[in-house]
């Protein structure tokens, strides 16, 4: 980690205000077109305004919803999955084939025949999430539990303990922290098919929005959208990382 | 007996499906069947459609690779030789990354309207980051005696880069390119599903919206085939060239 000394942050500050007010500079004057980049004041108003009158708050939580109902599905199906798989050598034979052959398929590439399966409806939103997120945590937890320590294994076998005694005091603990980096992964997945499946399917969100906003050359609106998004995206992210802090902070003390 | 092990699973589950396509069990309108889908892709690829709908995607997919190594290179080189730079740029930079990249096509499509360009500059943006990331760190883990070495032999900046920098960095820069190319072709056929009237996502949406079932199938099914190939010759690349590199950088 890089770590940040006061002159270094002022100066980071510095840099992004002198962009920012370049940017404002020239759009204002119309050095460069404000229709494709209107100057930030104009993209902030916009936002408090959708803040102010409440617009945005019900796209907002319908991403959310759609992206954590969806994320949360895969992740318990996929370390469900992953701890079945990752401990019986047996299946890893027959199925790490078949997860290594679908794992560069584009998860976006199963909406048309979702679509064909289930209709343009909210459960063809949250599979679509979910079977696209399911992946990376599915994959890291196959990992996670196929390469603990086998002395773990013998102290639970001189312990007596049973299977799920074993999975859950033992198994689970020790592949923690190759879950949570699927977990990480699995959540920006499932926010960029929370976008596409608004955007493919018209359901309401802020995906949904900002492509209505181009689609009515509202670009304020446009980069509002944008910079909501990408402020999820980063406010996600540090939550799971605030949890896997308090959860598995033990792991990384003890090396 | 690998060989059989790996088709056992696949083999299984589709001649299920086909079974019970068959017997009615499962609505054909949706679902098909697999010998159904394999006459389909046999079709799109004889009349050459897959191929095109392939070239196209895999052209744009390149394209915003290149363009995201090159711009990835650029600003890693410069970010990690001068930690100054690092400083003052590298949190406006942070902040852009966790945006979702198709987020970015409403705005791409402002910009540039239908087209490669579009659909390029979608990819480049969500390929940057692991190729700037992974630059970074590997021109930091140059030892400093090699730009002694350089300001003793009074190198130019270009021959810095070309000499040292470059050769030093290049295996682990490769590992962040060979990430890339992986998010490249998932990105590139998102964004020909939702917007782009291109490539392989265009061809799976075209035929959904035909309800031609089984045509949807067999592009998921070339898709597939298509993403594993790319995965495997990068791994080739891995294997052959590069071995010695990453042997020499570790």
């Not at chain 2, 394999?38 to 050459?48: I, M, N, Q, S, V």
């Not at chain 2, 239908?114 to 990331?133: N, S, T, Y």
């Not at chain 2, 140059?142 to 900046?157: K, N, T, W």
Request: overall charge positive; proline content about 5%.
């Amino acid at each position: 980690m890089t770590r940040y000394s006061i002159s270094d942050r002022v100066g980071a500050l510095a840099f992004a205000i002198g962009i920012l007010a370049a940017w404002q500079f020239l759009a204002s004057f119309e050095f460069i077109s404000p229709l494709f980049f209107p100057p930030p004041s104009r993209s902030l108003l916009a936002l408090w305004d959708m803040i102010v009158n409440g617009q945005i708050w019900l796209p907002l939580t319908s991403t959310i919803r759609r992206m954590i109902f969806g994320w949360l599905a895969a992740s318990v199906c996929g370390v469900l999955l992953g701890a079945i798989i990752g401990s019986s050598p047996r299946l890893r034979l027959y199925l790490e084939p078949t997860l290594e052959f679908l794992r560069p398929l584009p998860a976006s590439a199963i909406i048309p025949a979702a679509i064909l399966l289930l209709g343009l409806g909210p459960s063809m939103a949250i599979s679509v999430i979910a079977f696209g997120s399911i992946w990376p945590v599915l994959l890291a937890s196959v990992y996670g539990f196929k390469t603990r320590d086998p002395r773990l294994t013998e102290v639970a076998q001189s312990l007596e303990m049973s299977w799920v005694r074993f999975q859950l005091e033992i198994a689970l603990p020790a592949a923690m922290p190759s879950i949570f980096a699927g977990l990480r992964v699995s959540l920006s997945i499932s926010l960029i098919l929370a976008v596409v499946v608004e955007m493919q399917s018209g359901q309401q969100g802020l995906g949904q929005n900002i492509l209505l906003a181009q689609r009515n050359y509202r670009s304020a609106e446009l980069y509002a959208g944008i910079f909501m998004l990408g402020m999820l995206g980063l406010t996600l992210n540090s939550l799971l990382s605030t949890a896997e802090r308090r959860i598995i902070g033990w792991k990384r003390n003890a090396h | 007996m690998i060989f059989v092990r790996a088709l056992a699973v696949p083999i299984a589950f589709f001649t299920l499906w086909e079974i019970s396509g068959r017997l009615g069990l499962i609505p054909q309108e949706a679902l098909s069947r697999p010998s159904l889908f394999l006459y389909a892709l046999y079709y799109a690829l004889a009349d050459g459609s897959a191929f095109t709908a392939a070239a196209q995607t895999l052209l744009t997919t390149f394209s915003g690779l290149a363009v995201a190594t090159v711009a990835g290179i650029f600003l890693g080189v410069l970010l990690g030789s001068r930690p100054i730079l690092q400083r003052v740029v590298g949190p406006s930079l942070e902040t852009l990354r966790p945006i979702p990249s198709v987020a970015l096509i409403p705005l791409a499509l402002l910009l540039f309207g239908f087209g490669i360009r579009l659909e390029i500059a979608v990819i480049a943006f969500a390929c940057v980051w692991p190729v700037m990331i992974v630059t970074i760190d590997a021109v930091k883990g140059i030892h400093p005696r090699f730009f002694q070495v350089a300001d003793g032999l009074e190198l130019s900046h270009a021959q810095r880069l070309r000499k040292i920098i470059l050769p030093a960095a290049i295996g682990q820069i490769w590992v962040g390119v060979r990430v890339a190319t992986g998010i490249a072709l998932i990105v590139a056929v998102t964004v020909e599903i939702v917007v782009n009237p291109n490539g392989l996502g265009y061809a799976m949406i075209y035929a959904q919206q035909m309800f031609q079932v089984d045509l949807v199938y067999a592009y998921l099914i070339w898709t597939c085939l298509i993403g594993w190939a790319l995965n495997w010759l990068t791994g080739q690349v891995d294997r052959r060239w590069l071995a010695k590199y990453q042997m020499s950088s570790t």
